[in-house]
């Protein structure tokens, strides 16, 4: 087959495996998981939207979270009480914070123009 044939199949496969890979629901971060698992059953959002929250920035709300867990004797990491941490802040309050080391950010799928084979 020709490279002018196999072009238009590659291209419409790409598109395709695009289209079934942002269909998918993104599976939960740590974070979210560890609070949906171990403190969303005692209290739900509306407990961080209280008048006299104790939240009151990045490291009060990293505090919050690990006095909460060692109160429920969960025992978590550091890298536990952080993740938790910055799921409550991107979901619910918006501190400022530290940027995730480089091995944790997110990394970036590559543009569909990258995959495709050049001319």
Not at 38 to 42: L, R
């Given at each position: 087959m020709s490279l002018r044939r196999i072009r238009p199949t590659i291209a419409c496969a790409l598109l395709l495996l695009a289209g079934a890979a942002t269909a998918q629901p993104a599976?939960?971060?740590r974070g979210?998981?560890?609070y949906e698992l171990?403190?969303?059953?005692?209290h739900g959002t509306q407990m961080h939207w209280r008048d006299r929250r104790q939240a009151t920035d990045w490291?009060?709300?990293?505090g919050q979270v690990r006095l909460w867990?060692?109160?429920?004797l969960l025992n978590w990491s550091s890298d536990d009480v952080d993740a938790?941490?910055?799921?409550?802040?991107?979901?619910?309050y918006r501190f400022p914070q530290p940027p995730l080391p480089i091995g944790e950010r997110p990394r970036q799928a590559p543009?569909?123009?990258?995959?495709?084979p050049s001319p």
């Open positions: 599976a939960p971060s979210q998981a560890l171990h403190c969303i059953g005692c490291p009060s709300l990293v867990q060692a109160n429920a938790v941490a910055r799921y409550l802040n991107a979901t619910i543009s569909l123009a990258a995959l495709a």
